[in-house]
Every structure is written in structure tokens, then in C-alpha cells.
């Protein structure tokens, strides 16, 4: 089943979701320590992966183009009247204004942008191979039950994106071998990852509290990044 990985993904997440909010009673310095752990780990993990790029340059221009589309577009104000129409649409039940929209957004940014999704993902379509998406999902169903102790419900909505994102790129890899290239492959993973990792390094940012980035508006580095790698490949 191709799309296993992804399901037990999206499943793992909403698991996560429904016992944190059962934990909310959590004291308030255990809650602010966790997150400043979680925060420091995806420093760590974006810093790693921003370091794989084998092209850095592209990796530049990826960045910069993506988050002029992305603050042309002003995906990080979609997502987020997203999540107030979810808030209007159930209530907001948290002792927190908009916090269903800021976990819904917090959650969807952690657990969309990364390696571990696209190559799970690539992986689940191309091989059936379904491990690193199993293993995502046990660090994606742990965070998302801290995330929901301490952001809200809002972080169960996550689900939805993470399954449709991983989805739909598992069922695209089931073809890709059929016309790209094993290295044009291998070079995407790479470079997405770099993307993907300065990406992540500014979740972290945020979620120490010690920046504001838009990070929702640099999505469509990705996109830009696939263009410059399928360029650099018949140049």
C-alpha cells in the first residue's frame, strides 16, 4: 500500500494531538522547558540538514526567490486564516486567543517541511519501502502531544496537510523513476534537504521565541529548488 507511510503519519500526529490535550494540566515550567528542548532540537536537526547541499549557491537563490513568491503570495496570512476559519468553525476552546490557528500553522510548518517527508515519502512510492516514514511518526506523534499541551487543538488539524503533502508525493514517485534520472533524483533529495533544513533551523528560531520569521512564506523554495536542480542537470 503506497500511501501506508503517509496514513500512519497523519494517524500518529492525531494520537498525539488528543492525548496532549488531556495533558494540558501539565505545569506551565515543565510545558516552556519541553518546548525550549524541542526548540533546540530542531535547531540542531535544521542545521544538519542545511549543511548537506552540495550547491550552495542554488541553495541561496532557492531562498530568495521562493520567499519573494511566498510574501508575493502571503502564503504564512493563508495559513493562518486557515486556522482562524477552523478556530470560528469548532470554537476556540483554549484559555488562549487564536491558538488553534497558532498551533494549527506551528504544527503543519514542523511537520511539512523536512527531509525525513520526502525521502519517507519517495521511499513509500518508489521502493514501498515505508521505515522512515514509520519512524517520522513516532517523533511527529511525540511532538504533536506537546505541541497540543501547550498550543491547543489546533495542532490536530496538522494531520490533514502532513497525509495530502506526503501523499500525493508518494503516489508521484511511483512514476518518477519512470522519467527522471536516479542522479537528478539523488540531487533533489539533497539539495530540498538543504532547503528544508534552514527552513527548519528557523522553526526552532521560533519556537525559542527568539525570532518571528514568516516561515510559510519560503515554501516555495522548494519548488524553485526543483527548477535549479533540472537546470544545473542539462547545462
Given at each position: 500500500?503506497?500511501?501506508?507511510?503517509?496514513?500512519?503519519?497523519?494517524l500518529?500526529?492525531?494520537?498525539?494531538?488528543?492525548?496532549?490535550?488531556?495533558?494540558?494540566?501539565?505545569?506551565?515550567?515543565?510545558?516552556?522547558?519541553?518546548?525550549h528542548a524541542?526548540?533546540?532540537?530542531?535547531?540542531?536537526?535544521?542545521?544538519?540538514?542545511?549543511?548537506?547541499?552540495?550547491?550552495?549557491?542554488?541553495?541561496?537563490?532557492?531562498?530568495?526567490?521562493?520567499?519573494?513568491?511566498?510574501?508575493?503570495?502571503?502564503?504564512?496570512?493563508?495559513?493562518?486564516?486557515?486556522?482562524?476559519?477552523?478556530?470560528?468553525?469548532?470554537?476556540?476552546?483554549?484559555?488562549?486567543?487564536?491558538?488553534?490557528?497558532?498551533?494549527?500553522?506551528?504544527?503543519?510548518?514542523?511537520?511539512?517541511?523536512?527531509?525525513?517527508?520526502?525521502?519517507?515519502?519517495?521511499?513509500?512510492?518508489?521502493?514501498?519501502?515505508?521505515?522512515?516514514?514509520?519512524?517520522?511518526?513516532?517523533?511527529?506523534?511525540?511532538?504533536?502531544?506537546?505541541?497540543?499541551?501547550?498550543?491547543?487543538?489546533?495542532?490536530?488539524?496538522?494531520a490533514?496537510?502532513?497525509?495530502?503533502?506526503?501523499?500525493?508525493?508518494?503516489?508521484?514517485?511511483?512514476?518518477?523513476?519512470?522519467?527522471?534520472?536516479?542522479?537528478?533524483?539523488?540531487?533533489?533529495?539533497?539539495?530540498?534537504?538543504?532547503?528544508?533544513?534552514?527552513?527548519?533551523?528557523?522553526?526552532?528560531?521560533?519556537?525559542?521565541?527568539?525570532?518571528?520569521?514568516?516561515?510559510?512564506?519560503?515554501l516555495?523554495?522548494?519548488?524553485?529548488?526543483?527548477?535549479?536542480?533540472?537546470?544545473?542537470?542539462?547545462?
Amino acid at each position: 500500500m503506497v500511501l501506508l507511510g503517509s496514513l500512519v503519519n497523519g494517524l500518529s500526529i492525531l494520537a498525539g494531538s488528543i492525548i496532549g490535550k488531556f495533558l494540558h494540566n501539565i505545569p506551565e515550567g515543565i510545558k516552556n522547558a519541553v518546548m525550549h528542548a524541542i526548540g533546540l532540537a530542531v535547531l540542531v536537526l535544521g542545521l544538519q540538514m542545511g549543511l548537506k547541499s552540495e550547491n550552495f549557491l542554488a541553495v541561496v537563490i532557492s531562498l530568495v526567490a521562493g520567499v519573494v513568491i511566498g510574501e508575493w503570495m502571503a502564503l504564512e496570512d493563508k495559513l493562518n486564516q486557515l486556522g482562524i476559519w477552523i478556530e470560528r468553525k469548532i470554537g476556540n476552546h483554549s484559555n488562549r486567543s487564536g491558538s488553534i490557528s497558532e498551533g494549527f500553522v506551528t504544527a503543519t510548518l514542523i511537520f511539512v517541511i523536512g527531509a525525513m517527508g520526502i525521502v519517507g515519502a519517495l521511499d513509500s512510492g518508489i521502493r514501498g519501502n515505508h521505515q522512515v516514514l514509520f519512524t517520522k511518526s513516532i517523533l511527529d506523534g511525540f511532538t504533536a502531544l506537546i505541541l497540543s499541551s501547550t498550543l491547543g487543538m489546533g495542532v490536530l488539524f496538522s494531520a490533514i496537510p502532513v497525509f495530502l503533502y506526503e501523499g500525493l508525493i508518494a503516489l508521484f514517485a511511483t512514476q518518477i523513476n519512470h522519467f527522471v534520472p536516479k542522479e537528478m533524483i539523488d540531487s533533489f533529495i539533497t539539495e530540498m534537504t538543504s532547503v528544508g533544513g534552514i527552513m527548519i533551523f528557523a522553526i526552532g528560531l521560533n519556537v525559542l521565541g527568539l525570532t518571528k520569521i514568516k516561515v510559510a512564506n519560503f515554501l516555495p523554495s522548494l519548488v524553485v529548488t526543483v527548477i535549479l536542480v533540472i537546470f544545473y542537470h542539462f547545462v
